[in-house]
């Protein structure tokens, strides 16, 4: 059970480490009235699948220190006054002459500590500090335009699922939290991030062939149909992150990034994924994404189309 301090502060058990939540009353999800603590509290029921979603990647925070209806900070550095425990990985970025040395989660203490700062969203690197240079995951990243609903998703999704499985790779879909869908492909981290979205715009391209009334790769938003859903294959970019498995949501009504399996995405509604329902379907199902980490796959075959097609690293 929690400890409480004077102050009001409640001090939670977290395997080998205690950590503090300062301010656990404060709302911030007013959709419910979730508070911080309730916030740690999600977070711990769903510890296995956070911490395999972020290990070992650099993590950029998505922070509300006010709750989600007040300001957000977008937050490279791991925020000062750090317990020694809590691990960082340095990346660099080329184009400022600059580096960070960002959240890097080993356990679930560090996630925990993190709510504490208010982080509400995690967005990991699609690569690990092993070498931060080279991706060990290839994002799908389906995201519908504004006239589009869920089931032009659901539509694009099972194009997606036909020509991975014709690849002979498995994806691994979970919801965006917000209207959209994710599919994560682990791959062998052998190519840089400029490969690795060249691979994922060939990949987009052939959805679109094959579904020209839902899919399309159009760069600009501004010419984009309304009525489609983007393949975004910029998500692999260097420095792009998206929101992992189990994050919440910067949003009143507390959704969640939640995984799911192939065959659920026909009858799903993403918004019925929140902090509210996921612990209990997490310890009904477990984390989906358990065995993600067993295969790794090769781009040769998408890098080889995205040559035929005279694809480069730019649009």
Aim: glycine share 8%.
């Amino acid at each position: 059970m929690p400890g409480s301090s004077s102050d009001g502060a409640v001090e939670l058990q977290v395997g080998d480490h205690a950590v503090r939540i300062s301010h656990p009353e404060r709302i911030y999800f007013s959709a419910r009235g979730e508070t911080k603590l309730d916030l740690a509290r999600y977070y711990v029921s769903v510890g296995d699948g956070i911490v395999r979603a972020l290990r070992d990647r650099p993590c950029m925070l998505h922070r509300f220190p006010s709750g989600v209806d007040g300001e957000k900070v977008h937050q490279k550095r791991l925020p000062a006054g750090a317990p020694e425990w809590v691990e960082t990985v340095r990346v660099h970025f080329p184009r400022y002459g600059r580096h960070a040395d960002e959240l890097c989660v080993t356990n679930l203490a560090s996630v925990i500590w993190a709510v504490q700062m208010s982080t509400v969203e995690f967005h990991p690197w699609n690569s690990r500090r092993a070498d931060t240079e080279r991706p060990d995951e290839w994002r799908i990243d389906l995201d519908p335009m504004p006239s589009s609903g869920f089931g032009t998703v659901r539509r694009v999704a099972a194009v997606a699922r036909e020509l991975l499985d014709e690849l002979g790779i498995i994806g691994w879909p979970k919801t965006s939290g917000g209207s959209g869908l994710h599919v994560y492909v682990r791959i062998e981290p052998r190519w840089g991030f400029a490969d690795v979205r060249r691979a994922a715009l060939a990949f987009a391209r052939e959805v679109e062939r094959r579904a020209p009334g839902d899919a399309t790769t159009t760069w600009w938003r501004k010419d984009r149909d309304p009525d489609k859903v983007f393949v975004d294959y910029n998500q692999n970019a260097r420095d792009h992150t998206i929101a992992s498995a189990y994050s919440v949501r910067g949003v009143k009504q507390g959704t969640v990034s939640t995984p799911v399996r192939w065959e659920e995405i026909e009858d799903l509604e993403p918004e019925e994924f929140t902090i509210a329902t996921v612990p209990a379907r997490f310890a009904r199902l477990g984390d989906l994404h358990q065995g993600i980490d067993e295969r790794a796959y090769s781009l040769d075959r998408l890098l080889e189309w995205a040559d035929r097609e005279g694809l480069d690293d730019e649009r």
